[in-house]
């Protein structure tokens, strides 16, 4: 990525709210020179200044605070002036013009955090949980956005980053040494820490998970045969008519979603159409979008009533990394009580769509899914760092392997180094031009 840090840039950090104030912020090496125009003097540093804010001819745009950040410390690590003005949006747009006529230029999509990372400020997974905050869904995702931003996630990759250094000096150190009698990689040491690095990394990526569930909502797929009820559960859980319910087989054709929030926890629930072999062309392609939907899930939720033996086989195939929950319908027909149990990997809740028993049930199980209840220690991950950490464990895998069948040393060596170099992309350690543009050009302008 080129370097635009001698540029000063400007953009509309926030336009005017119900308070009708607005900010701009300015960033770079003109900044103490924009100040002392628009202020007529010299500005504090970290104080607000009241100022009329005028155009090159001296005519007045409009009058709010001044306030100036010497580099280093500020926001993006460089010079920073935020100004903050009030009436409307087409005053602050004139106040951004006269700004970029004193030398500035417009900021490009997240370019001030942009810088905030090549300054050292943040590191990249930092960064993404500012774009986070701003974005949270709930109450849960931005508590969950801030402990990002504050770094707990980061500082925890880290820990697992200087285990696996560590280990991987401890191979190569054995490496160099070919010649001795002794098998070094034979060392109990040696599996007794890896072993600890795979555990580590696997509590590391169960709260990643948890962590993208909290930033992005649950995403739940519900399934089963027509006429199962999947539509009602679907009404019932919006507490709306959103899908439509009748005794014809195969009327829901689509894949229907619906977003709501359960107690601050975001949730995204799919209605998909039966699932069942048909000569009816929509319908077929129903049943395609609703197997793509079980892909995408993070819950696969099967609708289905006391012959559910057979259905259980729409679970087949779906990635470990997918709840199963069975939801057993229709209890009020034959006065079943609702009650609920976890076997074989799965979920089980018995409930009535029509009448609601046993429904509460079922919405804290999906809470607890989503990450409800996680406390102080919860944060934010994105889908990348779910993938990169998932990258990580097969390469450790490959490397207890290695071990294990051999004295390849060089093998496990060089696994590590991937492992490493994979972890190292989380916080930005490594990074490409290409993972950083398409970070940032996903943030808003003047973030």
């Known amino acids: 990525m080129s370097d635009h840090t001698a540029e000063t840039i400007a953009a509309i950090a926030s336009a005017p709210g119900a308070a009708g104030v607005g900010v701009l912020r300015v960033s770079g090496p003109q900044v103490p020179a924009i100040a002392q125009t628009l202020l007529g003097r010299v500005p504090q540093p970290r104080h607000a200044h009241f100022a009329a804010f005028r155009d090159a001819s001296g005519a007045l745009i409009d009058r709010g605070l001044l306030l100036h950040f010497p580099a280093p410390a500020s926001y993006t690590g460089e010079h920073v002036l935020e100004l903050q003005g009030h009436g409307s949006a087409v005053l602050l747009d004139l106040l951004l013009r006269r700004v970029c006529e004193l030398g500035a230029r417009l900021a ?18 930092q960064a993404e949980a500012v774009a986070d905050l701003i974005a949270a869904r709930s109450q849960a995702g931005a508590r969950a956005a801030l402990q990002s931003m ?42 007794r ?10 509590e590391l990526l169960r709260e990643a998970q948890r962590g993208l569930r909290l930033n992005d909502g649950l995403r739940v ?9 999947k539509s009602s559960l679907l009404n019932a859980l919006a507490g709306s008519d959103r899908a439509i ?22 949730l995204e629930l799919a209605d998909t159409a039966g699932l069942r072999e048909t000569d009816d062309e929509v319908e077929r392609e129903g049943v395609r979008r609703a197997h793509g939907e079980l892909a995408r899930a993070d819950v696969a939720l ?13 679970f087949d195939g779906l990635s470990a990394m997918v709840e199963r929950v069975v ?42 899914l989503a990450g409800a209840g996680s406390g102080e ?52 350690s490594y990074s490409s031009d290409d993972l950083l543009g398409a970070i940032f050009g996903s943030f808003c302008i003047g973030k």
């Open 221 to 229: 797929a519900i399934i089963g045969r027509p006429n199962a009820g």
């Open 150 to 191: 504050e770094g707990m996630f980061s500082r925890k990759v880290e820990a697992l980053l200087q285990a696996l250094i560590t280990l991987r000096v401890h191979i190569e150190a054995a490496i160099d040494f070919p010649e001795e009698e002794i098998d070094f990689l034979a060392d109990p040491a040696i599996s």
């Open 302 to 314: 099967l609708v289905t009533d006391t012959n559910y033996a057979a259905d259980l086989r729409f």
């Open 327 to 368: 939801l057993i319908n229709k209890i009020d027909l034959d006065h079943t009580p609702a009650r609920h149990h976890q076997c074989d990997g799965m979920h089980w809740l018995w409930a009535s769509t029509k009448t609601g028993e046993g429904l509460d049930t079922l919405r804290e199980h999906l809470k607890r």
């Open 245 to 266: 319910v009748n005794a014809a087989a195969g009327t829901t054709r689509d894949v229907l979603r619906e977003n709501l929030s359960l107690d601050g926890i975001a």
């Open 377 to 428: 220690g919860a944060f934010s991950a994105r889908r990348r760092h779910v993938l990169a950490l998932q990258q990580v464990a097969a390469q450790l895998d490959h490397t207890a392997a290695v071990l294990s069948s051999s004295s390849a040393g060089e093998l496990a060596a060089e696994e590590l180094r991937h492992a490493q170099h994979t972890l190292g992309e989380i916080t930005g």
């Open 108 to 125: 490009r999509p997240g370019e001030f955090t942009e810088r905030a990372f090549l300054n050292g400020k943040l590191d990249l997974a």
């Open 193 to 202: 820490q890896l072993e600890a690095l795979r555990v580590e990394l696997a």
